[in-house]
């Protein structure tokens, strides 16, 4: 049975078109893909090579020396999608292209298999038969480098997947959920503020509500009319809401580099979900309020009376929100500083390597390829180029690994281990350190052929007595390997990733780039006349050039943005709960007129006074800091285990935090509380 | 103890002038127990604050203590003011969220005096105030006369030498406003100086001497005992 569905994954490769769907613009998408050498390109590419002209029959050259004919144009996926390509060539052509190896062992993992199940098959129940599977048709591959076969939905790939080679780099659902729930707490400050603000002010509403009642309006008549008002408020709110992201959008799109779009609102789901936010959102803020207007006694209200008590259990509430609001923003500030301090360590971090300087020249076809040694010498030439040398990957690239044995293990136990091949000047151009041994030399003529470095974490994985001049069989009998020297653990990924062990050989065919490490002077001037000699080497080839610092920077950019979101977060929601402390803080202070006049009377500076206002504030942001600190210890902690290198979050960060709260909550109310101070109490004490 | 020469008080809004005291000359001796009425609005209450040092007035001077005040900032009259005066008001004034102790407690806080000394003198006030039983009760759970007596007691924890009433009787029935009028007395009696505000004639009596108000003026003083000796 299980071999059904195997048939079923590579009639997927060959018949992808009836998985995916992709929309033909031309030609047939039953057959397109069939024979082998036919591709099929997007929109975009016809237009690039074409023109308006129909492509299909046409032929493409890759790489000098294949004609590939197209069958048929398609449209691009759309942003959103997981994978994106240019062009889809049919996976017969690459039995010509790639050696049999690739084909013949089950352990090359180099293809991604989509399956399509049948409406009524499980996942979980058809994962589980995989074992036996691999155990029946593949027990050696299975054993020789601890492989394993899992499904995933297609959906999921571009958030949920934490694997490392997907086809292309992929997000993190864990962003979508702090940014919701950062969107949910800056909406409930925001009602907080509605809801603190409608009863601290109800005094100015109480005889509006006292005529109506005398005039006969019951309770449920008010609720309803206050819960309307809300609802209305809230609608407004809605519509103004909708005008910012208009106006915000294209400012939005360029920082992230998204291209969103207010038309996702404007199907009916959205709208209906939007309608839905609008009534929860008022009847939420609306209820307390409602219920709490609509108690005044007439009586009471137009004697100008209040109920004293009842004012008390308002007065602790208002104070509850104020500190829950002062509590989500100090739980943001807290974790903007995190990040950044992350960010910082991350660029900062010393990598093993000198990443400075170093400009890439992608070595984009086998013409240049074959001649990179003349390249080298002809960039070298140049007064601003001090060192050249070639390589396979550079730093933060995914590398490939090799199934590597040591001699002394039987010819089955291999280890899947990562591989540079780097040519004898590319340890020196980047300033590794050889902490043992020696480095590749032209010196020993063996050293083409068999010399590997060794990274510490490789030293350690094979656990060796002695590992100089150890012997490994690297490839499947692909080539032969002595270790002659070992180079410090040097960061060739992103400090996402720990380091693994690695090795580095000569391995010509492989390189794909050159490095150049050039004088900090005239950058731009040096890149314009690599250029020049570049084109008098290859005329049929673009020159494609980067920076590798750029490189690392551009890993890192997604935190950033990242950082940058939060911290305008945490503004707007420190901005939002301000707000709502200086209305309690006027409330608060208007309602202690009398006090404040007679202290004032008896003696009390204006010092004195400004300290005893701002005293009671004071101890509801310190209560929010001891609720927001740890939550935000814990939310963060969490996200940096995404990184392997990462910082310690220090006891200084929660103190930093709360000093800036405290400034922040009493900057707020100072206003307030001076003036206050300031007021002269003959005019408070006046007459009651 | 004080003295007015010509004092003047303004009112400015946007778009009136109000006179509230016009050319007030009044002087009053240490231990001299001075009533002053007059009709509503007729500048009692901006003459009172003035005396009090709780406010300048627009002209004039005035002397206090043998200094001249008038020119005085809100500091220097702060710092005059907690040692030498205490208010007794109608509406009492007290601090609803503090205790009868704390109440009490308030002007020697601002005049610096040490945790022990200060229970020392509040239990001896609260005693002489026969209100030591009350001391942990909130303004709100006592009577109106109970309330005026820990005003009274407010007022001369930090012994003053002048005791300024605005209507300490208003808000109170006959019987608590005769006994409040028989503490100022007994005060009064022991030395304290005394100017108390009223409108009712009964309580003026008590004075050795009524100033009447009327429009900011002075219109007339009827000298009614002479001052006991001090």
């Known amino acids: 049975m299980l071999a059904n569905y195997i048939k079923i994954a590579l009639r997927t490769i060959l018949r992808q078109f009836e998985i995916f769907t992709i929309q033909f613009v031309h030609g047939d998408p039953s057959n397109a893909l069939s024979e082998p050498f036919s591709v099929v390109i997007t929109e975009e590419t016809a237009q690039r090579y074409f023109g308006d002209e129909n492509p299909i029959g046409k032929t493409l050259l890759y790489d000098y020396q294949h004609p590939f004919t197209i069958t048929g144009v398609v449209r691009s996926f759309p942003p959103q999608s997981h994978f994106h390509f240019d062009f889809i060539a049919s996976m017969e052509s690459t039995k010509s292209l790639f050696p049999p190896v690739m084909f013949e062992h089950w352990g090359n993992i180099w293809l991604y298999t989509y399956v399509l199940l049948s409406p009524d098959t499980e996942a979980p129940a058809l994962e589980q038969q995989f074992a036996g599977f691999m155990e029946q048709h593949m027990p050696e591959a299975a054993r020789m480098i601890n492989l394993q076969f899992h499904l995933q939905p297609v959906t999921d790939i571009h958030l949920r997947s934490h694997l490392d080679i997907e086809l292309e780099a992929n997000s993190n659902i864990i962003y979508i959920y702090i940014f919701t729930i950062i969107a949910i707490f800056i909406l409930a400050i925001a009602c907080f503020n509605f809801i603190n603000l409608t009863t601290a002010r109800s005094a100015s509403r109480s005889k509006e509500i006292g005529i109506r009642k005398t005039i006969g309006a019951n309770r449920p008549q008010l609720i309803r009319q206050f819960i309307g008002e809300a609802i209305v408020i809230t609608f407004i709110a809605l519509l103004l809401g909708i005008l910012l992201i208009e106006l915000m959008l294209p400012w939005f799109n360029n920082f992230t580099g998204k291209t969103l779009s207010l038309s996702s609102f404007t199907n009916g789901v959205a709208l209906t979900g939007l309608l839905g936010v609008v009534l929860i959102v008022g009847f939420g803020a609306g209820i307390y309020p409602a219920l709490f207007l609509s108690s005044y006694r007439p009586v009471e209200v137009l004697s100008g009376k209040s109920s004293s008590g009842n004012a008390r259990n308002h007065a602790l509430l208002r104070k509850g929100i104020v500190t829950f609001q002062f509590a989500i923003s100090i739980a943001l500030i807290a974790s903007t500083i995190i990040i950044y301090n992350q960010l910082t360590f991350m660029r900062t971090k010393d990598l093993g390597f000198d990443k400075d300087r170093i400009l890439i020249v992608k070595l984009n076809n086998s013409g240049a390829r074959q001649q990179f040694e003349v390249l080298k010498e002809s960039f070298l030439n140049h007064i601003s180029v001090l060192k050249t040398a070639a390589a396979s990957h550079v730093p933060p690239e995914q590398l490939s690994s090799w199934r590597i044995r040591h001699e002394s293990e039987p010819s089955d136990r291999f280890e899947l281990i990562n591989v540079m091949s780097v040519d004898y000047d590319f340890i020196e151009l980047m300033d590794i350190d050889i902490i043992e041994g020696r480095n590749l030399s032209r010196q020993f003529a063996v050293d083409e052929h068999e010399a590997i470095l060794f990274n510490e974490a490789a030293v350690k994985h094979f656990g060796l007595d002695r590992v100089i001049g150890a012997r490994f069989d690297l490839f499947q009998g692909l080539k032969e390997g002595t270790v002659v020297g070992v ?114 009377v008896l003696g009390a500076s204006v010092s004195t006074i400004v300290m005893l206002l701002s005293k009671e504030f004071t101890k509801w942001v310190l209560v929010a800091n001891l609720i927001a600190l740890p939550v935000a210890y814990y939310v963060m902690n969490r996200w940096l285990q995404n990184y392997a290198y990462r910082i310690e979050i220090g006891f200084d960060v929660f103190l930093f935090t709360a000093a800036v709260a405290f400034i922040i909550a009493l900057v707020t109310i100072s206003y307030q509380s001076i003036k206050a101070a300031l007021a002269n109490p003959v005019e408070s004490l006046r007459y009651e | 103890m004080l003295r007015t020469i010509n004092l003047k008080k303004l009112y400015t809004t946007e778009e009136v002038e109000t006179t509230a005291l016009n050319n007030v000359n009044l002087e009053v001796q240490e231990g001299e127990f001075v ?104 303004p709100q759970q006592l009577s109106g006369g109970q309330q005026q007596r820990v005003a009274v007691a407010r007022a001369i924890i930090a012994k003053p030498k002048l005791i300024l009433a605005d209507e300490p009787t208003g808000n109170l029935d006959s019987a608590h406003g005769e006994e409040v009028m028989k503490l100022l007395t007994e005060l009064n009696e022991n030395g304290t100086t005394i100017i108390m505000v009223t409108h009712a004639q009964m309580y003026a009596e008590y004075a050795h001497r009524i100033v009447h108000l009327f429009d900011g003026h002075i219109v007339s003083e009827n000298i009614l005992k002479t001052q006991t000796a001090v």
Request: net charge negative; with cysteine.
């Open chain 1, 487 to 600: 180079v410090n653990n040097f960061h060739y990924e992103s400090l996402h990733s720990e380091i693994m062990p690695v090795f580095l050989h000569i391995w010509p065919q492989w390189y794909s780039q050159i490095l150049l490490k050039i004088r900090p002077e005239n950058i731009q001037q040096t890149v314009l006349d690599i250029q020049e000699i570049w084109q008098a080497h290859i005329t049929d080839w673009p020159f494609e050039y980067r920076f590798l610092d750029e490189d690392f920077d551009r890993v890192y950019r997604s935190e950033e943005r990242f950082g940058q979101l939060v911290l305008y977060f945490s503004i707007l929601a420190i901005f939002i709960a301000c707000l709502g402390l200086f209305g309690l803080a006027s409330y608060s202070t208007q309602q202690r007129t009398k006090e404040i006049g007679v202290r004032k």
């Open chain 2, 35 to 138: 009533a002053i009425m007059g009709p509503s609005g007729c500048g009692k209450s901006t003459l009172l604050n003035i005396l009090g040092l709780l406010d300048n007035p627009s002209g004039g001077e005035y002397n206090f203590l043998d200094y001249e005040v008038s020119k005085h900032t809100e500091r220097q009259r702060a710092n005059l003011r907690k040692s030498n005066i205490g208010f007794v008001f109608q509406s009492f004034n007290l601090i609803d969220e503090l205790t009868v102790f704390e109440n009490v407690e308030l002007p020697l806080l601002y005049l610096g005096y040490s945790g022990s000394e200060r229970k020392q003198r509040v239990e001896k006030v609260l005693e002489q105030m026969e209100i030591a039983h009350r001391r942990n009760h909130f």
